[in-house]
C-alpha cells in the first residue's frame, strides 16, 4: 500500500508531501488543473521514463519519492538485489534540467528496470485506455495467467520449452556438422592418447622438478655438507669443540663474579644447539648419494612433461588442466557424434514440454469462463444490459514458449450483438467499463496492494456512475484504490476526498492538492454535479448523494474473485 508520496518542483507543483491510508481514495478538481500529476509523479518513482520537460518552469531538478509497505511478494525480492531490507520500501527518482535521471531503492542507487520490477508487485495502474494493451494476445494471456494464479505452472513451461530447444538447436548442430565433429574427435582421441601415456598427476610437477634439482646437483650438496659437518665436529678446531672449551672458562669465571653464570648459561644452551644440528647434519649426509639410476629416471619424466608442454604450447603445471579440458572435450563431442542418442534426448525434452505445455491449458480453461462470468456479470451492472464477455482460447499450430494457445478477449456490448475481438469495440464508455469490469474481476488475484484508476469512469454517468463509484468502493473494502474522477457519483462514494487546484501568481502556475474535510467535500461534490458550489440547492443535492452512497455502498453484489 502506498503510504506517502513526496513530489518537488514536477510540472505545476513546487513541493507536496501527501499521506495515503487504505480504502477508496478520489481525487477531483476543475479540467485543467493537473488531476493526472500525481498519477504521472507516481509513474516516474515506478521507473517510467523521463525528461527534463517534467521540471517545474525555473527549478534545477524534480525529485518524487513513494514509500509503500512491504508485500511479501516483494520481501525477498529486496533482499536479493541487494538493497537494505526495512518495514517499508522507498522508491525515489531525481531528473535534472540536463534530463538526467538517477533512481534509488532504499537509499540505494537503483536502475529503471529495477524501480519497474518493484513497481510491477506494488501498484497496478488502470489508465482510461486500458483496454489497448488487453487487445493485445500476449496482454490477454498474461491476465488470463494471473487471475487463473498459473505464474509457476506457466513458468514451468517456458523453462521445459527453453530445455527442448536447446536439445533441438544441438541436434540440428550435430547434423549439420557430423563431419567435422568426427575429424575433431579423431584429433582429439590422438591428443589424449600422449597425455594418457603420460598420465601426469595433478600435484606432481613441482615436487618432480625439485627433485630433478636436488639429483642434478648431488654431488655439489655433499660437499656443502661436509665442509658444514667438519667445521661443527672436527676434533681440534670444530665449533662444538671451541664452545665446550669456553664454557669451561665461562663457569670458571662465575666462581669469581656470579653476574657471569647467565653468560654461562646461554653458552651452554648454544652448544645444545650446535650439537642437535651435527647430528641433523649426519643424518643428511647419510641419505644423500649420487644415485645414477634415479636420476635417470627423473630427467625421462621431466622431459616427457615438458615435451608434452611444448607441443601444447602450455606450462608444465597447466598440464593436468589441459588433460581433463581435452577429456571433457572429447565427451562432448562423442554426444554431438550420437545421433540416435541426440534425437531421443531431443524427444524426451519435447514430452516433458507437452505435459508441461497440457498443465498449463488446464489452468487456463478452467479459469476463463470464471474470468468471463465475473466480468459479464459487471457488465450488467455498468450499464451494458444483455452485453457478453468471452475469453477465447486459440490453439497453437506448436507449442511456444508461452504455452499452447493464444487468449482472446471477446465483447458484445449489448443484448443481441455478436462477440468481436476488444480491438474491435468501438465506443469509448463501452471501452472504459469493460476495462473496469476486468480490473474489478481479477483485484483479488493481483499481488500488488494499490490499485489506480485514471479516469477510467470517461464516457457513462447517471446511474452507472453510481455503480462505478461503489463498485471502486468495493474494491477499497480489501485494498488501496486511488481514483481520479470527474463525476460527483464516482466521488461521492469514496473514504477519502483531494482536491486538486491551480493558482497563478507573479511567479507562475502552481497545482495544489488538499484533503478535504467534510465541508469542502459538500463543496466539491456540488460542483461537481454543475451547480455553484455555494447554492444552498446544489449544496443539499451534494449531502443526499454523499448520504446515499454511505447507505449503499454495502447493498452492490460482492465483486468476483
Not at 184 to 194: F, K, M, W
Not at 245 to 271: H, K, N
Not at 328 to 340: A, F, Q, V, Y
Not at 347 to 353: G, I
Request: proline content about 3%.
Amino acid at each position: 500500500m502506498l503510504r506517502r508520496l513526496h513530489i518537488r518542483d514536477f510540472v505545476l507543483v513546487n513541493a507536496l508531501d501527501l499521506e495515503l491510508g487504505a480504502g477508496f481514495t478520489v481525487l477531483t478538481g476543475e479540467t485543467g488543473a493537473g488531476k493526472s500529476i500525481l498519477i504521472d509523479a507516481l509513474k516516474l518513482a515506478l521507473g517510467e521514463r523521463g525528461d527534463a520537460s517534467v521540471l517545474r518552469p525555473g527549478s534545477v531538478r524534480a525529485e518524487i519519492s513513494a514509500e509503500f509497505d512491504v508485500p511479501l511478494v516483494l520481501a525477498g525480492w529486496v533482499e536479493d538485489q541487494g538493497f537494505e531490507a526495512q518495514d517499508t520500501i522507498l522508491l525515489r527518482r531525481v531528473i535534472d534540467a540536463q534530463g538526467r535521471s538517477r533512481g534509488f531503492i532504499n537509499g540505494s542507487p537503483a536502475t529503471l528496470t529495477q524501480l519497474r520490477a518493484a513497481g510491477a508487485m506494488l501498484v497496478d495502474i488502470h489508465g482510461q485506455h486500458a483496454w489497448q494493451s488487453l487487445a493485445r494476445s500476449d496482454a490477454a494471456r498474461d491476465l488470463l495467467d494471473g487471475y487463473a494464479q498459473a505464474k509457476d505452472t506457466r513458468q514451468a513451461c517456458a523453462n521445459a520449452w527453453h530445455h527442448w530447444k536447446l536439445l533441438n538447436e544441438r541436434l540440428d548442430a550435430a547434423r549439420v556438422n557430423a563431419d567435422r565433429l568426427v575429424e575433431e574427435r579423431e584429433q582429439l582421441g590422438a591428443q589424449i592418447a600422449e597425455l594418457d601415456r603420460l598420465a601426469p598427476l595433478d600435484q606432481e610437477w613441482e615436487p618432480l622438478n625439485a627433485e630433478h634439482h636436488r639429483l642434478a646437483h648431488a654431488a655439489e650438496l655433499i660437499e656443502h655438507l661436509q665442509a658444514a659437518d667438519q667445521l661443527l665436529d672436527d676434533e681440534e678446531a670444530g665449533a662444538n669443540r671451541r664452545l665446550a672449551r669456553a664454557y669451561q672458562l665461562l663457569q670458571a669465571a662465575g666462581q669469581i663474579d656470579p653476574q657471569l653464570v647467565a653468560l654461562a648459561d646461554q653458552l651452554d644452551s648454544a652448544q645444545s644447539i650446535t650439537r642437535d644440528l651435527t647430528h641433523e647434519l649426519g643424518a643428511k649426509l647419510r641419505q644423500a648419494d649420487v644415485d645414477p639410476d634415479r636420476m635417470a629416471k627423473v630427467d625421462a619424466r621431466l622431459s616427457a612433461w615438458m615435451g608434452v608442454a611444448r607441443r601444447h604450447r602450455v606450462s608444465p603445471a597447466e598440464i593436468p588442466a589441459l588433460w581433463q579440458e581435452l577429456r571433457s572435450r572429447r565427451d562432448e563431442l562423442e554426444l554431438g557424434t550420437d545421433l540416435p542418442a541426440l534425437e531421443k534426448q531431443a524427444q524426451t525434452a519435447y514430452e516433458a514440454l507437452g505435459k508441461a505445455a497440457e498443465r498449463l491449458s488446464a489452468r487456463r480453461a478452467k479459469a476463463a469462463p470464471e474470468l468471463a462470468k465475473g466480468v459479464q456479470d459487471l457488465m450488467q451492472q455498468l450499464g451494458m444490459k444483455g452485453g457478453r464477455f468471452d475469453v477465447a482460447l486459440q490453439p497453437l499450430s506448436e507449442i511456444q514458449v508461452s504455452g499452447a494457445e493464444g487468449v482472446e478477449l471477446l465483447v458484445a456490448g449489448h443484448a443481441g450483438a455478436e462477440l468481436r475481438a476488444l480491438a474491435r469495440v468501438a465506443s469509448g464508455g463501452e471501452l472504459s467499463r469493460i476495462a473496469l469490469a476486468v480490473a474489478a474481476t481479477t483485484a483479488a488475484q493481483q499481488p500488488v496492494g494499490t490499485l489506480i484508476f485514471d479516469e477510467v469512469d470517461a464516457g457513462i454517468g447517471g446511474s452507472v456512475a453510481h455503480t462505478v463509484g461503489r463498485l471502486l468502493a468495493r474494491l477499497g473494502q480489501s485494498g488501496q484504490v486511488l481514483a481520479v474522477t470527474h463525476l460527483a457519483q464516482v466521488a461521492a462514494c469514496a473514504a477519502s476526498h483531494l482536491q486538486v487546484s491551480k493558482s497563478s501568481t507573479g511567479t507562475g502556475t502552481q497545482s495544489h492538492i488538499e484533503q478535504l474535510g467534510p465541508a469542502q467535500r459538500v463543496a466539491e461534490i456540488a460542483r461537481m454535479l454543475g451547480g455553484d458550489a455555494e447554492s444552498t440547492v446544489a449544496q443539499a443535492h451534494a449531502r443526499e448523494l454523499l448520504d446515499s452512497t454511505r447507505v449503499g455502498r454495502g447493498d452492490m453484489a460482492q465483486v468476483p474473485g
